[in-house]
């Protein structure tokens, strides 16, 4: 008769590989996306990524910061063609408080004190004398001016 060996018990171990984290980050991808591509969810990467000696966590800050190089020095090297769609993308994100497209107007309406002070509007004219009040001139119009002449 043959023996078995038994089988392990629980789950297989997650290996998440720093070095692909860090290829993955500095292609411009999220942490979500990072998940999705290693094929293990966010719980179980952010659970590695909290270790300390799982180096995860600084592979995905070096990756970012890789990524984000690469591109700077690309959008650098067009702002030098004087490409100015590439140095106008530049100002507005380097310097936005002064080359925003938009501006914001921030203002604050108090529609009860406005209601408040069309109701006394409105009672004062009601209970104003009739010469108080503005009194209205009637426009002479063309055929106003015919039928005078006859």
Same mark, same amino acid.
């Given at each position: 008769m043959e023996v078995k060996t038994p089988k392990k018990r629980g789950r297989k171990p997650i290996n998440i590989d720093p070095d692909r984290v860090?290829?993955?980050a500095s292609q411009g991808l999220g942490v979500m996306d990072i998940c999705r591509s290693l094929g293990v969810g966010w719980d179980t990467f952010n659970k590695y990524r909290e270790k300390k000696n799982s180096g995860i966590s600084e592979a995905l800050d070096k990756g970012k910061s890789k990524g984000l190089a690469f591109v700077t020095s690309k959008l650098m090297e067009t702002i030098e063609d004087k490409n100015f769609n590439a140095i106008s993308f530049y100002l507005r994100n380097r310097a936005p408080d002064q080359w925003a497209d938009?501006?914001?107007?921030? +203002?604050?309406?108090?529609?009860?004190?406005?209601?408040?002070?069309?109701?006394?509007?409105?009672?004062?004219?009601?209970?104003?004398?009739? +010469?108080?009040l503005p009194k209205r001139t009637r426009t002479a119009t063309v055929s106003d001016s015919e039928g005078a002449d006859e």
């Open positions: 860090e290829h993955l938009r501006q914001e107007v921030n +203002h604050n309406l108090d529609l009860k004190g406005v209601l408040t002070d069309a109701r006394e509007r409105i009672s004062i004219i009601e209970h104003a004398p009739a +010469h108080a």
